[in-house]
Every structure is written in C-alpha cells, then in structure tokens.
C-alpha cells in the first residue's frame, strides 16, 4: 500500500526558508511523478509544484517559481520542497501527492500525505 507522510513544518518567521520532506513508502514511488499542494485555512488546495519520476522536469505555480525548489531522492523515497523568503500568505497545511504524471491540479494525483502545517509569523 503506497503511503506518503510529510515532516519538517513548523513555526517559521517571514523571510527565512523551511524544507518540507515527504517520505514515501510502496513500489510505485520511483516511477510516479509528485507533487506539492497547499491549503489554507478557508481556501482551497492549490498546487505549489511537482517532480517527474526521474527529477528531470519540475514545475512550479506561477506565485511559488523563483523561491521553491523541488527536488527528489528516488535511493531514499523522498522529495523535498523548499521555500524561501517565506511569506505569511505561505501559512497553509502543505500536502505532497503521486500521480502518473506532472500535473498542476489535484485530479492526477492518487495518493496524498497528511499534510504538515507551516506557520509563517510576520
């Protein structure tokens, strides 16, 4: 059964940076593309960005490109998200997904974590 559980938010003062991991455990990891999303309080989920399979292509939501990088450990199950210069407005519980393909909406992906809260103080 393919799980995936995300670590590392937190409490954060705006302008510093946070890296998100998510751990994933199954045999599809390597072959399926992941993304970021995210979730505010009263807002839908958007998409932060993805990964392909083999790290090779990445793609971002136009807010986050610039000041998020993904990148992804197929030896360790893992992906990670970092961002920098964090905002308040970043404040949101952030999700990692895998999905066949790199995708900017949530209708691709089969598989979410539980997500791990980041508080971004001002």
């Known amino acids: 059964q393919e799980q995936l559980v995300e670590s590392g938010g937190g409490l954060v003062q705006a302008g510093n940076s946070l890296r998100l991991s998510c751990a994933a455990s199954?045999?599809?990891?390597?072959?399926?593309?992941m993304g970021w999303f995210r979730q505010a309080p009263g807002k839908e989920r958007e998409f932060v960005g993805a990964i392909s399979w083999n790290g090779g292509t990445t793609y971002y939501a136009a807010s986050m490109k610039g000041r998020s990088t993904i990148s992804r450990d197929n030896a360790k199950n893992t992906i990670y998200l970092q961002i920098d210069t964090l905002k308040p407005e970043d404040t949101a519980v952030y999700y990692c997904?895998?999905?066949?393909?790199?995708?900017?909406?949530?209708?691709?992906?089969?598989?979410w974590g539980q997500g791990t809260q980041v508080t971004v103080s001002s």
């Open positions: 997904a895998a999905g066949p393909v790199v995708a900017g909406t949530l209708g691709p992906y089969a598989y």
């Open positions: 199954g045999r599809i990891f390597s072959t399926y593309a």
